[in-house]
């Protein structure tokens, strides 16, 4: 196969397997067989095109009618003439189909149906990119930009599908990127031919400096290839992630999934908690508009965390199924229970990635477009197949349930399958942990009396305060440290309120969501990163599970927990302790500006804006700044690489002239070579034809030497010829200082630009490749012969055992 023949299959083979990524947007990954047959129509119409020949801008212009003809005989051939030529009302088809599929994108999740307007955009948008890599490439001989088509084609794959698919679509598409460099690699290095190697290998010290066979390496770019994929994909796993876990929408690793089995499963999701409540600037991640009379306890709910293994809580694997038209009533409650219904619409930003979805608890219907499915323990609803909350707008019925102290104090014992799971605690918890909440909740008369003492303990009595700088901590020790330090941020509180009333023998999980946010000029609520929380919620039978909260100035007390509940409507404003009733005046107060719980605790600032957290941010941690600076030096490094080798070659090849007169006649060599790689790397390419004489004469041409530069090559030149052909060779003198002479020499009459290049970026250098390979070659040479000479072996014992075994 000729090299264009060989680069325009590459280019074919890369652009299709980079047009891969986009198999996770659509449901069925048939267009891409009919894309890849099309692909090939406009590769083989440029080979045609390069063959016959014709100019470069005619073979593009070919290739793209080319691609017109198929969108047209594919999408629009009953508008168009003959079935495929295109028409006006063709075009105008083309602009249906187009529209059409804007319009289809964003009203399907991924992966959407593969819609003919989907179809048209897909299919066109890897035409045209193959077009380009195939003009690129292989029409211009250039393979190198051609990875820009093909990595802007994985990008907008790869983001659009949330990086569905993952590591499995960046191997495809640097494959084909790599296949296609080794393409033109091996096409350039076989024009080369085998470049001078000097006299036969002579033992000794030197003796590895020069190849007298002077092998092209063919295998080497497939070895280079390999290396610099598995490059790109071990750097990024070293060096420090950036990723804002499940409640900043990162969407990386810390999701959730449904698989075949109809199951969910998730990892801690408030590993990232701290993270995003110390974001230096918050961020909107939801807004959403309701009926409710007040907002203060309109939490978004976005899962519950209800095991607990002594270190952390996490969210249980659990069934799912589709979602119902009516989600069924909530578990525990009672129609005696006062519980009020109200709509809210939510739209969640374009950033936002989340799996599960965030809105208020219960909730009885939801309406939202996508894949999304119900799990009825938990009552939430999550993605399927990578759906996500990214720019959702969807509408939830929920009830805002308001039970009286009364129906809370006299609620009946919790079903024994509930209490029994939810009571859970593990053998490894401290001790302390249930003497405290014994402590604490003393002289209370039922279950509600110790939930309300354990959450005013933490809230108001304890002396805890709030600090999201503190050290969420790890271990059966961290709940015992946070108890006795009495710091911490939202986990801190809810993990161990949770973990102490399961301990009292109440029922109890960790909820995680969003506090209700900040009212909006327009009636709105905007929903920030600041506004993540997580709050414990206990089960009272009649009124089901209930939310409490212990976390001082952050979020609102509920009023069935207060002593005496507040008179009037609720507050519209989603900060706590703010009186409904109070008249608005020109000066804020210090009730307005500080929520309650933050002022009996004496931590308001009287200048202190309303709801602005002091910032507690301790810095990027030193094993980050670390793997950033060694990140960054490599960085810079990897350039000067070439440099660096090519220094170091040189100051081996001129060095000492050795101990033997082996070793003055290889340095007599070497120092030839690094005189060829100097003019090589000024331009001046090797051609492995001449004889010493006549490269010396070709140097002295092409580079402009003149004086004592052109008399120090010829002078190496005949040091070479007495080395190689007398009958006792001479071995030269003075090699290193003519050396420096003719790089001198070649650097000054070089252009600046080519001066540059040849000290950071060596052509010579290319040679550290092939010594690589002949290495290689030799290894795997030796190991196929003894692999031979074992199978020989095991062969003739194998065929003296037969008669003994006859006899036998």
Not at 154 to 166: D, I, K
Not at 313 to 336: H, I, K, Y
Not at 639 to 647: A, D, G, N
Not at 656 to 667: F, H, V, Y
Request: hydrophobic share 40%; glycine share 10%.
């Amino acid at each position: 196969m000729s090299g264009r023949g060989r680069l325009a299959l590459c280019s074919f083979a890369a652009t299709v397997m980079a047009a891969g990524a986009l198999t996770p947007l659509v449901e069925s990954p048939t267009w891409l067989v009919q894309c890849a047959f099309m692909v090939g129509v406009v590769s083989g119409v440029g080979a045609l095109a390069r063959r016959v020949p014709l100019a470069r801008p005619l073979t593009v212009a070919f290739q793209a009618l080319a691609v017109l003809l198929l969108l047209t005989l594919v999408f629009a051939k009953e508008q168009a003439l003959f079935g495929f030529v295109p028409t006006p009302d063709s075009v105008q088809e083309f602009g249906r189909l187009l529209t059409s599929g804007g319009d289809d994108v964003g009203r399907y999740a991924i992966p959407a149906p593969a819609t003919e307007g989907i179809r048209l955009m897909l299919i066109g948008g890897v035409l045209v990119i193959g077009l380009a890599v195939d003009a690129i490439a292989v029409t211009f001989r250039s393979a190198a930009p051609a990875g820009l088509p093909l990595l802007a084609l994985y990008s907008v794959a790869a983001g659009l599908s949330g990086g569905a698919g993952g590591w499995v679509w960046f191997l495809l598409a640097a494959t084909g990127y790599l296949l296609l460099l080794l393409a033109e690699g091996r096409d350039r290095l076989s024009q080369w031919g085998r470049v001078f190697g000097g006299a036969p290998r002579t033992p000794g010290r030197f003796s590895s400096a020069f190849d007298p066979n002077g092998r092209a390496p063919v295998r080497t770019g497939r070895r280079i290839g390999v290396v610099a994929l598995g490059v790109a994909l071990a750097v990024p796993a070293a060096l420090p992630a950036l990723d804002g876990g499940l409640l900043a929408g990162a969407g990386a690793g810390n999701g959730s999934g449904v698989g075949g089995g109809g199951t969910i499963s998730a990892v801690n999701p408030l590993v990232s908690l701290q993270d995003n409540l110390n974001q230096p600037e918050d961020r909107e991640a939801l807004r959403y508009k309701t009926n409710a009379k007040g907002t203060q306890d309109l939490y978004l709910r976005i899962m519950a965390l209800d095991k607990f293994d002594g270190t952390s809580w996490r969210f249980s694997q659990r069934s799912v199924e589709d979602v119902p038209d009516t989600l069924p009533t909530a578990p525990g409650l009672r129609s005696d229970v006062e519980a009020t219904e109200i709509r809210t619409t939510i739209s969640a930003a374009g950033w936002y990635r989340q799996n599960y979805l965030p809105m208020p608890y219960p909730a009885s219907e939801v309406k939202i477009d996508g894949r999304w499915r119900f799990e009825p323990t938990g009552r939430t609803l999550v993605g399927d197949r990578g759906q996500s909350t990214r720019g959702a707008r969807y509408e939830v019925t929920s009830l805002q349930v308001n039970p009286t102290r009364q129906q809370l104090a006299s609620a009946p014992a919790a079903p024994s399958g509930l209490l029994r799971e939810y009571t859970q605690v593990p053998s490894v918890l401290p001790e302390v942990v249930r003497s405290t909440a014994r402590e604490v909740t003393a002289g209370a008369a039922n279950d509600y009396e110790k939930a309300v003492k354990l959450q005013d303990w933490f809230a108001l009595d304890g002396g805890f305060t709030y600090n999201t700088a503190v050290d969420s901590g790890t271990g059966v020790t961290a709940i015992t440290r946070f108890l006795r330090n009495k710091e911490g941020f939202c986990v801190h509180f809810s993990f161990s309120m949770a973990a102490m009333a399961r301990t009292l023998g109440i029922p109890a999980r960790v909820a995680v969501g969003f506090t209700p946010g900040t009212p909006q000029a327009d009636g709105t609520m905007s929903v920030g990163l600041r506004d993540a929380h997580a709050w414990p919620e206990l089960y009272f039978e009649g009124v089901g599970w209930t939310r409490f909260e212990p976390t001082p100035s952050r979020g609102s007390t509920p009023d069935y927990t207060r002593e005496e509940a507040p008179t009037g409507t609720p507050s519209d404003s989603a900060s706590e302790g703010t009186d409904p009733s109070a008249a608005p005046s020109a000066e804020p107060s210090a009730s307005e500006t500080c929520p309650a719980q933050a002022q009996r605790l004496g931590e308001c600032d009287p200048t202190e804006e309303a709801g602005v957290l002091p910032p507690t941010d301790t810095g990027t941690p030193l094993g980050t700044v670390l793997a950033v600076v060694a990140g960054a030096l490599a960085v810079l490094l990897l350039p000067l690489l070439p440099l660096l080798w090519r220094t170091r070659v040189r100051a081996g090849r001129l060095g000492s002239a050795g101990r033997t007169p082996e070793d003055a006649t290889a340095r007599t060599l070497v120092a030839w070579r690094e005189v060829i790689d100097t003019a090589w790397d000024h331009g001046i390419p090797p051609d492995e034809s001449g004889t010493p004489r006549r490269t010396a004469e070709r140097i002295v041409r092409l580079g402009g030497l003149d004086g004592e530069a052109a008399a120090a090559v010829h002078r190496m030149a005949g040091s070479v010829e007495q080395v190689l052909y007398a009958p006792v060779p001479r071995p030269g003198t003075g090699l290193a200082e003519d050396a420096r002479l003719i790089r001198e020499g070649l650097s000054a009459a070089a252009g600046r630009w080519t001066r540059l290049r040849a000290l950071l970026a060596p052509r010579s250098a290319v040679r550290v490749i092939w010594y690589g390979a002949e290495r290689w070659h030799t290894v795997a040479a030796r190991w196929t012969d003894r692999r031979l000479e074992l199978t020989r072996r095991m062969a003739t014992a194998t065929t003296r055992l037969r008669p003994s075994r006859q006899r036998g």
